[in-house]
Every structure is written in C-alpha cells, then in structure tokens.
C-alpha cells in the first residue's frame, strides 16, 4: 500500500511569489491534514479536509488556502510569499474521525 | 486552546543508557499518539493510546497513558544510535474536531 505522496520535495521561491504543494493520501483516506514545522513553533495545524470539505482551519492568515479534489488528493496555495514562510510542510492522511495520521515525508519550502 | 508540553526538550545520552520523555497536558484527550521524525522526513506513528493507565510495549519501546487521560509517557531501554530522532507526542480531542494537538517534541541523540 502506497504511502502518502508530497511533490515537490523541496522549493525555493522568492518572496512575494506564490506556490502550489501537492498531497496524495493513502488509498482509501479521505481526510487530509496539512501542518506547518518550523524549529521554534514545532508542527502547527493548517488546516483539515474531509470529502472537498474544509473542516478545520488554524490561525493562518488568509494568504494560506487549500482544497480537496474528489480523488482525495489536497492541494494548499500560499500567496504573496513571506520569509517567514521558511518550513517543511506536512500533510497526514487518515481514516476520519480522530483516526490516526499518516505522513507524507514533507515539502521543504525556502523563500528567498 | 489544548497545549501539550514535552519534556525534555533535548536529550544526548550514550548507547545502551534508559530514558523516559514526557508529554503533559491540563486537557484530557481521547487517545494520544506518539510519533518519531528524522531530519528531512515526515513523522512516523509509533503507538496509539486510547485508554487511561494503558500500557503499551514495542520492542524496547514502553508508552503509557495517564490514568487521567492529561499525560504520556515513553520509555526507551537500552538506546541505539538508531533511536536518534525527534519524538512527538499528539492527542485527539473529546470535543469531535478532527485536528490533532500537537506537543513540540523531544530531540533525543543516542551517541554511539
């Protein structure tokens, strides 16, 4: 069984720029989770989505967005790029409910 | 806001030494997971803790969940440089939301 896929593995983007990262979950999951880790903050919640519906956010600004697609597969844009957005970013696939996370090995993102 | 503190926040000990992690909470949570990260990975499940003064034992690897369901902790005997990693401990709420509560981890170092 295929793990969670995260593409790309790293990007360097200017600030102001915006980028797309992409998530497959685990055949079979259909809720997809997406965190930011950085060294200071440790693993911060983006937000949750659960069949194409979002169904918890963290306290991003709104420049952080995200979907699902009917396939289940996530995607998150961040816009208008900041230094700060510096981090590895993590979508975890699970079941649903309170079901545990399965991760993707991460997209490393440096803005420049 | 549900916070989970971890301590130690780093640990280096010699191979073949004991070490217990902790991670703490004023909130009670449904289950509590354990997690290790390898630099430049993802977090990968270890343990799943659903009832209050369960044990669980993975090889050499003992987790505990409080009786009050508030607090967890791992145990490691007798280290190897394999156990290198940073350990996260995250629960999941009694309120229904989806999103897991993440600790901010425990770096440990085992040198050889």
């Known amino acids: 069984k295929a793990g969670v896929t995260q593409t790309p593995r790293y990007l360097i983007k200017t600030r102001g720029q915006q980028v797309t990262l992409s998530c497959s979950p685990i055949?079979?999951?259909?809720?997809v989770s997406w965190y930011q880790q950085t060294p200071g903050q440790g693993l911060q919640f983006l937000f949750e989505?659960?069949?194409?519906?979002?169904?918890n956010k963290g306290n991003f600004p709104g420049r952080f967005s995200g979907r699902q697609f009917s396939n289940s597969r996530s995607e998150m844009n961040v816009s208008t790029l900041e230094l700060g957005d510096s981090a590895l970013y993590l979508c975890?696939?699970?079941?649903?409910?309170?079901?545990?996370?399965?991760f993707g090995q991460g997209t490393r993102l440096t803005v420049v | 806001t549900q916070l989970l503190e971890q301590s130690p926040q780093f640990l280096s000990i010699q191979e073949g030494e004991n070490l217990t992690v902790y991670c703490n909470s004023s909130s009670v949570f449904s289950s509590l997971q354990w997690y290790r990260q390898e630099p430049g990975e993802g977090p990968v499940l270890l343990v799943t803790v659903v009832t209050g003064g369960e044990v669980k034992k993975l090889k050499r690897l003992t987790f505990q969940f409080g009786d009050a369901r508030k607090d967890s902790s791992l145990h490691i005997t007798a280290a190897q440089t394999g156990d290198t990693g940073l350990y996260l401990c995250a629960g999941s709420n009694q309120g229904g939301s989806e999103k897991l509560v993440f600790g901010k981890g425990t770096k440990l170092t085992v040198n050889p």
């Open positions: 989505y659960f069949s194409e519906t979002q169904r």
């Open positions: 055949s079979g999951h259909r809720s």
């Open positions: 975890a696939s699970g079941l649903g409910r309170n079901t545990e996370a399965f």
